[in-house]
């Protein structure tokens, strides 16, 4: 449940959506996104086929298939004993598949890098690190951005220190808004960009 919370996507569209005229106005980096979180907060047959179609629409490559066993253990933990533990490291290993799906926005950056846009490669692909999910992936996207923008560098830091509060955290109320309150101090710091000692 903490984990979850940790990367709630501020893009609020319910998964029965993903059929509506609202939802394909979306540019495709955020189709993408908001099925990939859907299928991250309510892991489903229904869910996994609308990031399918979304893939042979935009021909995706996407290995939908690997998926499936998620969902079977999902089906098996339920009403188990330790089934909080047991769902946190499903969540966890979910979030890694999620993962490998890069969101759009690294893509766009790549093509502002090989312009010379260097202020619009390190804003898109900082959008990017704000649409991952698992603690190493957004770490060694942080790592790979530094040479370009040191203040990564400080972003990662302040990151772990918030894994340390995560892991530490209690589950009442009062804990998980404060862990909440620093996700997003967290994240309005990445998004906040600093271009001072970056290469232009």
């Known amino acids: 449940m903490m984990l979850l ?19 394909k106005r979306l540019p495709s980096k955020d189709q993408l ?42 089906l098996e933990i339920f009403g ?5 533990a047991e769902d946190n490291e499903l969540y966890i290993a979910e979030t890694k598949w999620i993962d490998k799906i890069r969101p759009l926005e690294f893509a ?11 202020q619009k490669y390190i804003e898109r692909t900082l ?14 996207a942080l790592a790979a951005l530094a040479p370009e923008y040191p203040h990564a560098g400080e972003l990662a830091e302040s990151y772990k220190q918030l894994m340390h509060t995560r892991d530490e955290s209690g589950a009442d109320d009062k804990s ?8 997003d101090a967290w994240e309005d710091d990445l998004l906040n960009v600093r271009l001072v000692g970056s290469r232009q």
């Open 108 to 118: 766009e950056a790549e093509a502002f890098k090989n312009d010379g846009e260097m």
């Open 127 to 140: 959008e990017g690190i704000a649409r991952l999910y698992s603690d190493e992936a957004i770490l060694e």
């Open 176 to 183: 998980l808004e404060n862990l909440r309150k620093q996700k």
């Open 80 to 84: 188990r004993k330790n089934a909080i």
């Open 5 to 23: 919370l940790l990367r709630i996507f501020r893009l609020k569209i319910r998964a029965n959506s993903a059929h509506s005229e609202s939802f």
């Open 33 to 74: 996104a908001v099925l990939k979180e859907c299928l991250l907060n309510n892991p489903s047959e229904a869910n996994l086929r609308n990031l399918a179609d979304f893939a042979d629409r935009t021909s995706l490559k996407i290995d939908i298939e690997s998926y499936r066993p998620y969902l079977k253990s999902q």
